[in-house]
């Protein structure tokens, strides 16, 4: 006998913008479920989880300082307008 899920799915309706939609179906596959995409940025959105767009230009400043790759002359000007120690 099958497992049934223990979180079931429910369909809702909603209207969201012909663009948003058309640029959708660019990105997926035909194979590609536009439900299962949407539930997956909904769920990364209630997990706190912030997208490049989402961040403030210090986070975005502080992520790039911890980056290994970033430029030792990058690391310390990012440094200086942060306030932070180059050598941290």
Known sequence: M???SQNKTIAISITLDRSIIDE???ILSAKQSRSKFIQRCIESKLNGSNSVEEASTRQLMAALRMRQDCDPFLHKLISQ???????S
């Open 24 to 26: 959708l179906d660019e």
């Open 2 to 4: 099958r497992r049934r």
């Open 81 to 87: 307008i942060l306030g932070i120690d180059s050598l």
